[in-house]
């Protein structure tokens, strides 16, 4: 079952009975779903009662780093754990830069022109999740899709168990862990900031939050693609 | 009268758009290429961010286009390639016995 | 209208999801049917808050956030926990057997 490319059928019979179960529950979902009473809006009232303490007027920005800013800390440390799981998997790659530059001339100068662009996109979007749509999730995985694209040149960043790396996927709680502690200082209750400098302390916790992100996706990707054999020179 | 109009044609808008979606993703989910199936994945993640884009949600259209579509995409084509190199090298090793 | 179609559509990619994971054999699609019920369930999420188009509620955005990001770490590792299973070569009778089906 679990090999990775076998082609088994099932039983014309067992598919028919798991095709009945599942239409009939969920036919049931949707007509409880359809109900009169299930849904409210008290949460918009809710939110927009007390934004003006959080120091942003990005709704989403302040329920993510604000109101509910636990699940937030701890989404961090699940994706520190991802990054230290996908860690063993990474196989080492050597490329050879000469051999880019003259063989493909236009990916070259496609990427060359693209790459600075979407990091400078991507500082934009963590600066403008205060007031308008976007965010750190947003501006990490812009500066996933540059690591990318720099991939498609077979320019990749390999050394990931160095100090550095290890500091890129970490710096995400650490400076969430010194955030809190100057929170806890300043107003004695866990996980509350002060409000004049709310807007602030949430655009610091961000910015960690965009590189550890980047960091861990770029991880993930480089790890699930395995071994490549190529020669000479070492980009880091 | 305008208000009705604009009303039917985003009406109009969101089944063409549903429609689409279950279509992508019944090709998705049941196909006998898996190549077919990575590509007509990503194809569906470029139709969910618009319709996160009608429901509203701003942000979460943002984060989907870039990882819902395109970090995932990536991810199960880097995978693909993988498992096909291991399957030619488990083929061809059956063959030289 | 629009809140009752979404959450229809959600369900529905819910629903296939669910069938192509039981039914399907392989990691790729089974790995595929669960981002497909992820799919479904952030939109009905979504959709929940549609019901009110003025008052969105921002909640059930940012756990949809959150939602996509841990879906795909969620992939990543599935993808590497697969390919970390040993195979043994095929023997002649399991390759004739492979290419009857």
């Given at each position: 079952m679990i090999e990775p490319f076998s082609e088994r059928k099932l039983h014309p019979i067992l598919v028919l009975s798991v095709v009945a179960v599942v239409s009939l529950i969920s036919a049931l979902l949707i007509y409880a779903l359809l109900q009169?009473?299930?849904?409210?809006?008290e949460m918009y009232n809710l939110v927009m009662e007390k934004?003006?303490?959080?120091?942003?007027?990005?709704p989403v920005t302040a329920v993510l780093l604000s109101f509910r800013v636990y699940d937030t800390l701890l989404e961090f440390a699940v994706l520190f754990c991802v990054s230290i799981a996908c860690l063993p998997y990474l196989k080492l790659n050597k490329i050879n830069i000469q051999h880019i530059k003259i063989a493909h001339s236009q990916l070259f100068t496609l990427v060359k022109a693209l790459v600075p662009l979407v990091i400078l996109l991507s500082g934009y979007m963590l600066w403008v999740g205060s007031f308008k749509p976007g965010g750190a999730f947003q501006a990490g995985a812009l500066l996933t899709g540059a690591g990318l694209l720099l991939s498609l040149l077979n320019?990749?960043?390999?050394?990931?168990?160095?100090l550095f790396w290890r500091l890129l996927f970490s710096l995400s709680l650490i400076f969430f862990l010194i955030a809190i502690c100057y929170g806890y200082f300043a107003?004695?209750?866990?996980l509350l900031f002060p409000s004049e400098l709310s807007g602030g302390i949430i655009l610091f916790i961000e910015f960690a939050a965009t590189l550890s992100i980047a960091a861990t996706l770029y991880l993930c990707y480089l790890s699930v693609r395995g071994r490549k054999e190529r020669e000479v020179g070492d980009a880091s | 009268m305008s208000t009705e109009l604009t009303f039917g044609l985003s009406l109009i808008f969101d089944v063409v758009l549903i429609i689409c979606i279950v279509i992508l993703a019944l090709g998705t989910l049941f196909n006998r290429s898996v190549f077919t199936s990575i590509v007509l994945f990503i194809s569906l993640g470029l139709m969910i961010t618009i319709a996160w884009v009608r429901l509203g949600a701003i942000d979460v259209a943002i984060a989907e286009a870039a990882i819902g579509a395109g970090l995932t995409g990536a991810l199960l084509l880097g995978a693909w390639k993988r498992f096909e190199k291991k399957k030619s090298q488990l083929l061809s090793g059956a063959n030289d016995d | 209208m629009q809140a009752e179609l979404y959450t229809i559509c959600a369900v529905i990619l819910f629903a296939l999801g669910l069938i192509a994971f039981l039914v399907r054999d392989g990691v790729f699609h089974k790995v595929l049917a669960l981002n497909v019920m992820g799919i479904g369930i952030f939109m009905l999420f979504l959709s929940t808050s549609a019901f009110y188009p003025m008052a969105i509620d921002s909640v059930t955005h940012a756990l949809v956030l959150t939602g996509i990001i841990v879906a795909v770490a969620g992939t990543a590792l599935a993808l590497n926990l697969a390919a970390q299973i040993k195979l043994e070569p095929l023997s002649k009778e399991q390759k004739s057997c492979d290419k009857s089906h």
């Open positions: 009169e009473n299930v849904h409210n809006n934004i003006h303490l959080t120091g942003v007027s990005n320019i990749e960043f390999t050394k990931t168990r160095s107003t004695s209750t866990f | - | -």
